[in-house]
């Protein structure tokens, strides 16, 4: 759990953050989102002390950050950040020891613990356990990022717009990885980003920030329909709101038992986002569409109507 | 970050106590009936006494107390403080040769002591500190150094006479003028021709990968050889070249003198002089010859309008390592009889005079920071505004 | 890079020894020669009778060209020694938090002082030191302190900001980054510059002959001074071959390939 009291930085004349208050439950996914330079990052960054706070408390646990010595607090903490930060002189296993090295692992758990990163991680030990790190891709390098932060298996995991750098694409597998990793591993996360998909896919809260301040915190879905101010809404998107929203909803939540009519030709699968059904629809100029499960057999039926948000009773 | 601002600036106050100290313990000038004899050495405080060496400390505290809270307001005076005490040094100088001089000893000479040397160095570090820290440009560096230069030129043309520096000088003013015409000719023909034959040799290397190969590894080869050594390798094979030929000793050429000089030095100026522009054709973005040719240039106005253009500062850059390091070693080739600058200092070696040796290395230095400074202004230039 | 792409260390003894010649063998070459000509200079009085036919004496004999050769690596060893280590160390101490207040200074003195000419530096320190090897030693000293301070600081600064950032969020501490993630990381750059600093070294020196040291400058300086072509010739090639030696020592270290 980790808590903030009324924090505030000042760098010089300048106030990065401005008595913001947050706390984050054990096992949340909080993401911070803000236009660049709203102190997202800076807030991220005092959590493990890279920055030090000027005014408030930082506590986790319950206990303030600065009770801590600061090297053992962050050998605590997984930190990922955008450009990976591996280091260009060592291996991908070597880079993954990195924390249970400085913790004194013998050896043999070290190896071992890194070898099954690498397979959490879908990288193939053979493969890549004695690659440098330019030689991986940016996906491959960021998932090694990734393994690194978790490998002394904190329970918090700090992540700075870790996935920014990567092509569109890529991010999205990335994200979806992330997801799976989250609902296994159960980490408290804090998530910095300024791409609002990326946070509203991922977080179980969202925080959104502007000028060193907290404006609105709440679920995504909450945020979503009582967007606090015009600079919310223009962040979630503004008109694009609805599709954000479809985008959170099931395909599951909508689907009605099969009606008295024929199965629809075009299917869509019951765990897709509401948002793709309505693509699908658009593009076959189709009002119904037939809901499979994993194994392709039909288990409902949607239609525009009830997508629309006839609400299932 | 207030509170760092508002901290001491440690640089400024470790320079100038060093700079106290050594006003107050070293000798400042010595005094000798003529040259041979060595002179004898005085102190700041016993040339006018205490109170007036404690008074000449004062802008050096004042400068002090100002960078125990630097903001841009007080490093601005602490900068016009140290101007006016490097412009101040030379007429000190005059006071002290009134004080010390002698009338009835028209040959005594005024030595400079170890601690102007030492306040001159450090004085110099403190303009550089207080340059990088009020973010002003070179040029202004220098420009702050004119009433410096114009008060050692005051100093020197109407009280300096017994400084030991300005006796050897006078001693010698036209050889001193013909040395560094001759330093400057030497440097600029081995750089010019060097410049030439690095222009072809980078050319043929961008066409021919195995002469690039075979080329570097030869010029680094040149380059890693002693000057010395090299002056004295091409010593025997031109000696005997212009004892067979006599059109070539008609020429000038022979075993010493400028021949082997001007080889070498043509031999150490290829490989920056090669790099560099085989680096800056090299180095222009690809995307921008696609675009002059998807324009519809012609592969000669690619390479002359955009190619050339863009790498000029680079080889401009290898100009100015040339030249500088030209000007060291052409100093070297004195030793073999290439006259220039080098002659003094090996001649002050020779006779244990050491204002001599400085004569011969202060302009050295000078002419090489001028260059640096000269061709490094030209490059930046060119780099920004595309053409001066 | 793998190691084994590039530098062919396989399984057994005689193949690592033919590997580990391959790697060496120029530097190795360049010093049998150097000591062959060291010691067995004798041996060329024909060779050099030929340049200086009418003088009595073409091999040089005031001193042993051993002794020559070995005042001449020692004089550069310990200036090089005593400048990488106070380069470095000056170049990391500013570079600290506790320094940093002093990095802009340093950085414009490296960069201009590179500028002096050598022999300028050389010739100032014989009015403020005195004839002899430790006016040498200091001005070589100083000197060579030049490129290594630069280097240094470009090596440490060159390090991408994420790899630094990285590394304290990871809660490495300060010395554990310098080890493990600095210096491995600008080992190169550092290197470089330690060797321009030798190679510069080595050439200075033999110009010190002129300022009472005795190294192997002194036969080209007597050979000047007596008019003896073969003097010089004796030396010019003796650090000829030292600096080549050195230098292609230092290009085979630095030859292990960097990753990254």
Same mark, same amino acid.
């Given at each position: 759990m980790i808590e903030l009291f009324d924090v505030t930085k000042r760098f010089g004349s300048e106030?990065?953050?401005?008595g913001i208050s947050l706390r984050v439950e054990k096992g949340e996914f909080c993401a911070l989102v803000g236009t =660049?330079?709203?102190?997202k990052s800076t807030t991220l960054r005092m959590i493990n002390r890279l920055i030090e706070h000027s005014e408030g408390e930082i506590h986790l646990d319950g206990q !303030?950050?600065? =009770?801590?010595?600061e090297e053992l607090l962050r050998r605590r903490i997984g930190y990922v950040i955008q450009n990976t930060?591996? $280091?260009?002189? &060592?291996?991908v296993a070597r880079n993954i020891g990195l924390v249970p090295r400085l913790l004194k692992w013998p050896r043999g758990k070290i190896q071992a613990r890194t070898d099954e990163l690498l397979g959490l991680l879908g990288l193939p030990r053979e493969e $890549?356990?004695?690659? %440098? @790190?330019?030689?991986? =891709?940016g996906g491959q390098a960021q998932r090694v990022g990734v393994a690194r932060a978790l490998a002394a298996d904190p329970e918090i995991l700090l992540m700075d *717009? !870790? $996935?920014?750098?990567?092509d569109p694409i890529t991010r999205q597998t990335l994200q979806r990885e992330l997801q799976d990793l989250q609902a296994r591993l159960n980490k408290t996360v804090v998530f910095v980003t300024h791409d609002m998909d990326e946070a509203l896919a991922l977080a179980d809260r969202l925080v959104v920030m502007h000028q060193g301040r907290i404006v609105q915190q709440g679920r995504p879905i909450d945020l979503l329909h009582d967007p606090v101010d015009a600079f919310v809404e223009s962040l979630l998107g503004g008109m694009d709101r609805g599709l954000k929203e479809a985008s959170l909803t099931c395909v599951s939540e909508r689907m009605a038992p099969f009606?008295?009519?024929?199965?629809?030709?075009e299917r869509i699968p019951y765990r897709a986002p509401l948002s793709q059904a309505l693509s699908v629809m658009l593009w076959h100029r189709v009002e119904r569409l037939t809901v499979v499960d994993d194994e392709d057999i039909p288990i409902g039926e949607l239609s525009l109507r009830r997508l629309l948000g006839a609400k299932p009773s | 970050m207030t509170t760092e601002r508002c901290s001491p600036n440690w640089v400024l106050l470790c320079l100038m106590s060093a700079g106290l100290l050594a006003w107050l313990t070293l000798e400042a000038v010595s005094i000798a009936p003529n040259r041979l004899v060595a002179g004898t050495p005085h102190r700041a405080h016993e040339v006018h006494g205490w109170w007036a060496a404690l008074l000449a400390g004062l802008p050096m505290l004042g400068v002090m107390v100002l960078a125990w809270r630097p903001g841009t307001r007080r490093l601005q005076a602490a900068l016009a403080l140290v101007v006016g005490l490097l412009v101040a040094m030379p007429l000190w100088l005059a006071t002290a040769v009134m004080a010390l001089?002698? @009338?009835?000893?028209?040959?005594a000479r005024l030595g400079i002591g170890a601690s102007l040397w030492l306040l001159l160095f450090l004085w110099l570090l403190v303009l550089i500190e207080l340059r990088t820290r009020l973010n002003l440009s070179r040029a202004f560096g220098w420009l702050l150094l004119l009433p410096v230069v114009f008060a050692w030129w005051l100093s020197l043309s109407f &009280?300096? *006479? !017994?400084l030991a520096l300005y006796r050897e000088y006078q001693g010698r003013s036209d050889q001193f003028a013909s040395a560094i015409a001759y330093h400057l000719t030497l440097v600029g023909a081995a750089v010019g021709a060097s410049l030439l034959l690095g222009i072809v040799l980078a050319l043929c290397m961008r066409r021919y990968a195995g002469m690039r190969k075979a080329g570097f590894g030869l010029l680094n080869v040149v380059q890693t050889i002693p000057s010395l050594a090299l002056f004295g390798l091409l010593l025997a094979p031109l000696a005997w070249l212009s004892a067979r030929f006599d059109w070539l000793a008609s020429m000038?050429?022979?075993?010493?003198?400028w021949a082997p000089a001007w080889l070498a030095l043509v031999g150490y100026s290829l490989l920056p002089m090669v790099r560099n522009t085989y680096v800056a054709l090299e180095g222009v973005a690809p995307a921008v010859i696609e675009s002059a040719r998807g324009m519809g240039m012609s592969r000669r106005q690619t390479f002359l309008q955009v190619r050339l253009p863009l790498a000029l500062p680079v080889v401009l850059e290898g100009v100015r390592i040339t030249t500088v390091q030209a000007i060291g070693l052409t100093a070297v080739a004195a030793l073999i009889?290439?006259?220039?600058?080098g002659t003094f200092i090996f001649q002050g070696l020779g006779q244990a005079a050491m204002d001599l040796v400085l004569l011969g290395a202060l302009p050295i230095i000078g002419l090489a920071l001028v260059a640096d400074a000269l061709l490094g202004a030209l490059a930046e230039r060119l780099r920004h505004g595309g053409t001066p | 890079m793998n190691e084994s792409d590039t530098l @062919?260390?396989?399984? #057994?003894h005689a193949s690592r020894g033919i590997a580990l010649w391959r790697h060496w063998s120029v530097p190795l070459i360049w010093l049998a020669l150097l000591l062959a000509l060291t010691f #067995?200079?004798?041996?060329?009085e024909a060779l050099l009778r030929l340049i *200086? @036919?009418?003088?009595?004496?073409?091999? %040089?004999?005031?001193? =042993?060209l051993a002794t020559l050769l070995g005042q001449h690596v020692f004089v550069v060893a310990v200036a090089s020694v005593l400048a990488i280590v106070l380069g470095v160390g000056g170049a990391i101490a500013v570079t600290r938090p506790a320094g940093r207040d002093f990095l802009p200074l340093v950085a414009q003195v490296a960069s201009i002082g590179q500028t002096f000419p050598p022999v300028a530096v050389l010739a100032l320190a014989v009015p403020a030191l005195g004839f002899g090897t430790l006016p040498i030693i200091v001005a070589l000293l100083l000197y060579g302190l030049l490129p290594i301070v630069r280097n240094t600081l470009a090596g440490l600064s060159g390090i991408d900001p994420g790899v630094h950032e990285a590394a304290r969020g990871m809660g490495m501490t300060r010395g554990q980054i310098l080890r493990q993630v600095e210096l491995p990381l600008a080992a190169p750059v550092i290197f470089a510059g330690i060797r321009t600093s030798v190679t510069i070294n080595i050439a200075t020196a033999a110009i010190g002959a002129t300022v009472g040291a005795s190294n192997l400058g002194d036969p080209i300086i007597s050979g000047i001074v007596n008019g003896n072509t073969a003097y010089i010739v004796q030396g010019a090639l003796l650090i000829g071959l030292l600096a080549i030696t050195v230098d292609s020592t230092f290009e085979r270290l630095l030859w292990r390939p960097m990753t990254g």
């Open positions: 106030t990065a953050v401005d =660049s330079g709203c102190g !303030p950050v600065r =009770s801590f010595n930060g591996l $280091f260009p002189h &060592w291996t $890549f356990a004695d690659k %440098y @790190p330019h030689q991986l =891709s *717009e !870790p $996935f920014g750098a990567l009606g008295p009519r024929l199965l629809a030709s | 001089a002698d @009338p009835d000893i028209p040959q &009280w300096l *006479e !017994p000038g050429v022979s075993g010493i003198g009889g290439a006259g220039g600058l | @062919p260390v396989p399984r #057994g #067995g200079m004798s041996q060329l *200086e @036919p009418d003088t009595r004496q073409v091999l %040089y004999q005031r001193t =042993s």
